[in-house]
């Protein structure tokens, strides 16, 4: 191998090796981070216009980013809203305002609120995988039925082609044959036995079959019949 193919190889797979990064970071960093800036940014907006109507502590809505966040963003786009929404809790809406500093009236307060974020969280992923099994669950019964219901009508056309071909085959050899059905009645007779008898096939259906004997032979062929059905037995005459 050349050193020119050396190189191309070499530049081809630190390309895909780029690209595969690139696409690594904005799923698994990117994306998640935007879900979650965008969910805890519309809360902390919200909070801001409502805190002047409704009574403090107003940190409701941030609950509904992390779970939203974490719903529609998987586990990263969760933890992000979690700090995210915390690290606004802390500044803007616990005691002491506009500070990182937290005073220890409101240290429970805050640290409840970051357990009930990320509790909230996890409910929401679990929630979030349970959905995505059962959703994957029901497509993949549709498809095994799918497919099962195409392998019944491929199976159902090769019958019928088999019995296309049957027929074709009974109608054209010049011996007389016929079929009955488990139940005795008859259900198929070539050209040649019509011909023979004088009937068309529906006529013989059946039981309309008999009448093709003499009225004399017609009960004693009827009850032999019977009997070689009910015993499973052949039936020679």
Not at 48 to 58: G, V
Not at 75 to 101: K, N
Request: hydrophobic share 45%; proline share 3%.
């Amino acid at each position: 191998m050349s050193a020119e193919s050396d190189t191309r190889i070499t530049s081809r797979f630190t390309r895909l090796s780029a690209d595969d990064a690139g696409r690594l970071l904005f799923e698994d960093v990117i994306k998640p981070f935007a879900t979650a800036g965008t969910f805890v940014l519309v809360a902390f907006l919200w909070t801001l216009l409502l805190q002047q109507i409704l009574a403090y502590p107003l940190v409701f809505l941030f609950f509904g980013a992390v779970m939203g966040a974490a719903w529609f963003g998987g586990r990263m786009a969760g933890f992000f809203s979690v700090v995210l929404s915390a690290i606004l809790v802390a500044y803007f809406f616990v005691p002491p305002v506009f500070s990182f500093t937290i005073d220890k009236a409101s240290k429970s307060y805050f640290v409840a609120y970051i357990v009930a974020s990320s509790a909230a969280t996890l409910v929401t992923l679990m929630k979030r995988h349970t959905e995505a099994a059962i959703r994957q669950a029901r497509d993949e019964l549709e498809r095994r039925v799918a497919e099962r219901t195409s392998e019944l009508e491929r199976s159902y056309r090769e019958l019928q082609r088999s019995e296309h071909e049957l027929r074709v085959l009974t109608e054209a050899i010049p011996q007389q044959i016929w079929s009955a059905a488990p139940d005795g009645g008859f259900e198929y007779c070539n050209q040649h036995l019509r011909q023979l008898v004088g009937a068309t096939e529906p006529q013989l259906r059946g039981d309309g079959f008999l009448r093709i004997f003499h009225p004399e032979d017609r009960e004693l062929f009827a009850n032999a019949w019977k009997n070689a059905l009910q015993s499973v037995q052949r039936l020679e005459g």
